[in-house]
């Protein structure tokens, strides 16, 4: 399906997934300072697919806040 053709929803989800996928490449062993590796990374991915939509960039900044949470970044 066309991303101009997703609800909101749909799009901060679509969005999301490709944040998440970059996101999990990262390997913070490599990386130096490794106590902030993963909040940098985070707030660099998450920038690059943030989108220009308010509301759309609502609902996919919530779920980069969720999932930052439930891994160990902050």
């Known amino acids: 399906m066309e991303y101009e053709k997703l609800n ?7 969005l999301f997934n490709k944040f ?7 390997d913070c062993s490599i990386e130096e300072p490794k106590e902030s590796c993963k909040k ?5 991915t998450k920038r690059r697919y ?3 939509n308010e509301r759309v960039a609502d609902i996919y900044n919530k779920l980069c806040v969720d999932y930052s949470e439930k891994i160990d970044c902050l």
């Open 40 to 44: 940098n990374r985070l707030e660099l």
């Open 8 to 14: 909101l929803q749909e799009k901060a989800k679509y």
């Open 20 to 26: 998440k996928v970059e996101f999990d490449k990262v």
């Open 50 to 52: 943030l989108p220009n």
